[in-house]
Nanobody, 115 residues
Framework: QVQLVEAGGGLVRAGESLTLSCAAS????????MGWYREAPGTQRVFVAT???????NYADSAKGRFAISRDNAKNTVYLQMNSLKPDDEAVYYC?????????WGQGTRVTVSA
C-alpha cells in the first residue's frame, strides 16, 4: 500500500503562482510514476502532468509553458509549480502515484483562482 499526502492548495488571484506538493509513503518501488490530475466542478478528472522516477515528464496542453512538475526521489515527493494561474485552472488537484500497474490517489487539494 502507498499513502499520499498533498499540500499547497489555496486561494490565489489570477496571474499568481502556487506550488503543490505530494509526499508518498509506504511500500514504494524504485520504478514509479507520480503526477497530478485535476477535477473542476461538474467535470471529470483530467490529466495535468506526470513525472517518472527516471525524470521523464509529460504535460497536458493546458499545463505546458505555465506549470512545472518536479520530484525529489529521496523524499518520494512530487511538486507542481503553477504559474500565471487562470480562473480555468480552478479545480481540486489530485496527486497520483503509480507502480506495478496500480494507481493510488491523494485526497485532493483545492485550488481557487479569483479573477
Amino acid at each position: 500500500q502507498v499513502q499520499l499526502v498533498e499540500a499547497g492548495g489555496g486561494l490565489v488571484r489570477a496571474g499568481e503562482s502556487l506550488t503543490l506538493s505530494c509526499a508518498a509513503s509506504g511500500r514504494i518501488r524504485s520504478n514509479n510514476v507520480m503526477g497530478w490530475y485535476r477535477e473542476a466542478p461538474g467535470t471529470q478528472r483530467v490529466f495535468v502532468a506526470t513525472i517518472t522516477s527516471g525524470g521523464m515528464i509529460n504535460y497536458a496542453d493546458s499545463a505546458k509553458g505555465r506549470f512545472a512538475i518536479s520530484r525529489d526521489n529521496a523524499k518520494n515527493t512530487v511538486y507542481l509549480q503553477m504559474n500565471s494561474l487562470k480562473p480555468d485552472d480552478e479545480a481540486v488537484y489530485y496527486c497520483m502515484f503509480s507502480q506495478a500497474s496500480i494507481q493510488y490517489w491523494g485526497q485532493g487539494t483545492r485550488v481557487t483562482v479569483s479573477a
